[in-house]
């Protein structure tokens, strides 16, 4: 076994720390970096039969440090900000979200900001969403023909648009989005790719579509703020709570900062939804024994005439299984990477400040001591009593961990329920593309096309509410 580290600098008088091995292979410079485009779970799943829970790969000339395991995500997920930084490494997003805000910001004022918007992700505020969502859906599918073909990447891709923009930014941006907003949202979406990690700068084209459409989000969110004032208008839209918001020190916030919260929750409300939303129906398609429970699920939940609401959402534990399943199988975040900001100590591997810091969602989903028999379809690991996402703190990482799991995971989870849910009801659907393979030239994993799924209307809902 290899076990060559770059991180074997200590303080005078310590023990030598044990030596964090290398994966095999790569190249001169870029590393693994090659290997890590093609195909980043076989690389990483390889590293972890060989070495275990602490391994590094190097990628384009930097030593990466992975975290694999039940133990290691919990040392991961709950070092404090100032000894493992997420501010760093994702900079990336800064050209996105805008200056001022999230990772742009200390992390004590990111955690200000993102305060303003939790509590309309969760609790009371979803109560709505739910018949937005509903409507959304049903508007959407109103003119498909009674029988036909879709690309079932692009159609969840623009539902979650429509309805994270109904639901967080409010009637003007759902208004525009077919004429303005979809467009300028797409390019946004294009700077989320994995050379833009690495080179948030290249000035390549589609980082110059990315700083167009960002600068023309700006103008036009500018021009609704201006509007609402002007005209006294208060919505109960994220774009009306952050109008009104205070930080601690009682200023109010910049349309500056009002935009990039708003980017920012559009992005955590939508980009990797539409994604897990795909994988989940592709797999649902694919297994019609399970989906077989999902449809009775749906008819037996809504047999009265009972609108879709947030309340007969959560009883719909069958396809929530369906949603875990995919979140586990599909995480759309391959890696989450943070920088070690002070020297990181754990089960004897010394990680001195400057180093990169990375757990694998993809990777640690797979991992037969935590789920059993990691690579088969079963969505019933998560039914009682065997949950076995509930065996480890951080078993199922695909929104994160800690202080740091994403904000919208339930709003995701909420509006990927209500679409398969009317979806489902309202068509019989075939997947008739072979099953994709991931897409790993994003930095968002979806299937890569085609993607290709025939449908056709029933006579009758399945669920006369729906």
């Known amino acids: 076994m290899e ?10 008088g310590e023990i030598r720390p044990r030596p964090i091995p290398r994966a095999r292979g790569g190249w001169p410079i870029l590393g ?17 039969r060989e070495y275990g829970e602490v391994f590094q790969i190097r990628l384009a000339g930097r030593a990466f440090v992975v975290f694999a395991g039940p133990e290691a995500h919990d040392a991961y997920f709950h070092a404090p900000d100032r000894q493992l930084s997420a501010r760093e490494v994702y900079q990336f997003t ?10 742009d910001v200390a992390p004590e004022l990111m955690a200000e900001q993102l305060g303003f918007l939790a509590s309309l992700l969760k609790g009371g505020a979803l109560q709505g969403y739910a018949r937005l969502m509903h409507e959304e859906i049903k508007a959407y599918t109103r003119h498909w023909t009674e029988e036909g073909e879709i690309d079932l990447p692009q159609v969840t891709n623009e539902l979650t648009i429509n309805i994270a923009s109904r639901c967080l930014l409010g009637e003007e941006i759902r208004a525009s989005l077919e004429t303005d907003f979809a467009p300028l949202y797409h390019d946004l979406q ?19 579509r990315r ?26 839209d994220f774009m009306q709570a952050l109008m009104e918001a205070r930080y601690a020190d009682g200023r109010s916030l910049r349309d500056e900062e009002i935009t990039g919260l708003l980017v920012t929750v559009l992005f955590a409300g939508q980009h990797t939804s539409g994604v897990l939303a795909a994988w989940v129906g592709i797999d649902l398609l694919r297994h019609r024994d399970y989906l077989a429970g999902v449809l009775a699920e749906i008819e037996g939940e809504y047999a009265q005439g009972q609108d879709l609401s947030l309340d007969t959402l959560k009883r719909q534990t069958v396809l929530e299984r369906a949603v875990r399943e995919g979140e586990r199988l599909h995480p759309p975040l391959i890696v989450l990477v943070r920088k070690v900001l002070c020297d990181l100590d754990y089960r004897g591997f010394h990680l001195p ?17 935590v789920f059993h028999d990691p690579e088969r379809y079963d969505p019933e690991r998560f039914a009682p009593p065997r949950e076995e996402h509930k065996r480890f703190a951080h078993a199922l990482i695909g929104f994160g961990g ?5 904000l919208g995971m339930h709003f995701a989870y909420l509006q990927i329920k209500a679409l398969w849910t009317v979806l489902l009801s309202r068509f019989d659907l075939w997947l008739v593309s072979p099953p994709p393979a991931p897409d790993y030239g994003s930095w968002v994993t979806g299937p890569r096309p085609p993607c290709r799924v025939r449908y056709r209307r029933r006579p009758l809902p399945l669920a006369g509410g729906l």
């Open 94 to 103: 800064v050209p996105i979200f805008g200056k001022g805000v999230a990772y």
């Open 353 to 369: 400040a400057g180093t990169m810091a990375m757990v694998s969602p993809a990777l640690s989903h797979r991992l037969p001591t």
């Open 211 to 236: 700083d167009r459409a960002r600068r023309r989000v700006a103008e036009l969110m500018g021009g609704i703020l201006y509007e609402r004032r002007r005209g006294g208008r208060r919505e109960p």
């Open 32 to 48: 693994q970096a090659l290997a890590f485009h093609r195909d980043p779970v076989a690389l990483l799943e390889s590293a972890w």
């Open 3 to 12: 076990t060559r580290t770059d991180l074997t600098d200590i303080r005078a």
């Open 190 to 208: 294009g700077g989320i790719n994995t050379l833009g990690f690495f080179l948030p700068k290249l000035p390549i084209p589609r980082h110059r």
């Open 402 to 406: 800690g202080h740091h799991r994403c």
